[in-house]
């Protein structure tokens, strides 16, 4: 059982260019989020998508947007890099559908992104 | 804003003995989860307490709850080397909030 998945595992982008991050969920997850973790601290939550719609967000500028596809994988965009979105980027997947109390989120393992 | 504060911050320990640390938060929540992260890596999920239980186990790890004091506690027992990591506890607001609020870590090193 696979369980949640990223790519690419780093990447090295200059100010002003665009980034797509990519995530495939657990088997059997419908939801995915995504954070952002700077060095030293705790992720920050960005946005989550639960059938193919944002659901929520996080305090994050417009230059953040995602996509969430039929097979429930997601994507993460980031237009007009900034140095300060250098981070550690990381997905969740769980399984909104069953409700509140089964919110249990599993992470992939990242995309450590680095803007020049 | 953090929703999760931990404490200690980092914590030093010699393999064998117990890790304990605590989390502390600010609102009504659904349920509390605790996180491991080695070296910058993925959140290696642990455990998932709901807010209508006190205590929960897993293998070497203890985790208690009091919605009272808004707190939690994780215990590490007979600690190993591979347990040097951070450790994050995660919260999910009431009634329908599903995004998870993170504190800071503890950093845990457990010395051979």
């Known amino acids: 059982d696979a369980g949640v998945t990223q790519s690419p595992t780093h990447l090295i982008k200059t100010r002003g260019q665009q980034v797509t991050l990519r995530c495939s969920p657990k088997?059997?997850?419908?939801?995915v989020s995504w954070y952002q973790q700077a060095l030293g601290q705790g992720p920050q939550f960005i946005f989550q998508?639960?059938?193919?719609?944002?659901?929520q967000r996080g305090n994050f500028p417009d230059r953040f947007s995602g996509h969430q596809f039929p097979n429930y994988s997601s994507e993460l965009n980031v237009n007009a890099l900034l140095l300060g979105d250098s981070a550690l980027y990381l997905c969740?997947?769980?399984?909104?559908?069953?409700?509140?109390?089964?919110?249990?989120?599993?992470f992939g393992p990242g995309t450590r992104l680095t803007v020049l | 804003s953090q929703q999760g504060e931990e404490d200690p911050q980092a914590l030093s320990i010699q393999e064998g003995e117990n890790a304990t640390m605590n989390c502390s938060y600010k609102?009504?929540?659904?349920?509390l989860q605790w996180y491991r992260q080695n070296s910058g890596r993925g959140l290696v999920h642990l455990i998932l307490?709901?807010?209508?239980?006190r205590e929960k186990h897993s293998g070497r790890l203890r985790v208690t709850l009091d919605t009272s004091k808004k707190s939690s506690s994780l215990l590490i027992t007979a600690s190993r080397a591979a347990d040097t990591a951070s450790y994050f506890c995660?919260?999910?607001?009431?009634?329908?909030?599903?995004?998870?609020?993170f504190g800071a870590g503890t950093t845990v090193t457990v010395r051979a």
């Open positions: 995660a919260t999910d607001e009431r009634p329908n909030d599903y995004k998870l609020s």
């Open positions: 307490i709901r807010s209508n239980e």
């Open positions: 969740a997947s769980s399984q909104l559908s069953r409700g509140a109390g089964y919110n249990e989120q599993f």
């Open positions: 088997s059997g997850h419908d939801t």
């Open positions: 998508y639960y059938e193919e719609e944002e659901r």
């Open positions: 609102t009504s929540i659904n349920n």
